[in-house]
């Protein structure tokens, strides 16, 4: 499984992006197997979970430092999921990564199976 993470950029503090997380590569079973997360890190620390989100219809997790403000989706029709984050802080500034798994999923990193590159958030004025 292969895993494209787009959508960073450079925004104001208060601002909003959205991220997403092209799937593919799926040979004996589909993008609906798959549980996704959704990771930072900023230099100099260890990377964290963000959120996560299980199999279509699933539920969603959030970590305390973004709840309220970012909200992760999947469209299973476009093998893509979404990160849409608003009333940014610079705090959130970091790499963001996708990740996958075909278990059990958590904000825990060592339930992924599968990562993408990581997309650069920078959020300033």
């Known amino acids: 499984v292969q895993l494209q993470a787009s959508g960073g950029g450079l925004v104001q503090p208060g601002g909003s992006l959205r991220l997403s997380c092209q799937a593919s590569?799926?040979?004996?079973?589909?993008?609906?197997?798959?549980?996704f997360g959704w990771f930072r890190q900023a230099p100099g620390k260890e990377r964290e979970g963000v959120s996560c989100i299980g199999l279509p219809g699933g539920s969603t997790m959030y970590d305390v430092s973004v709840k309220g403000r970012f909200t992760i989706s999947r469209d299973d029709a476009k093998n893509t999921v979404y990160l849409q984050m608003n009333n940014l802080k610079s705090e959130d500034t970091a790499v963001y990564y996708c990740?996958?798994?075909?278990?059990?999923?958590?904000?825990?990193?060592?339930?992924?199976?599968?990562w993408g590159q990581g997309t650069q958030v920078t959020v300033s004025s």
């Open positions: 990740a996958t798994t075909d278990a059990g999923y958590g904000l825990g990193s060592g339930a992924y199976d599968y």
């Open positions: 590569g799926f040979t004996f079973d589909t993008f609906d197997d798959y549980a």
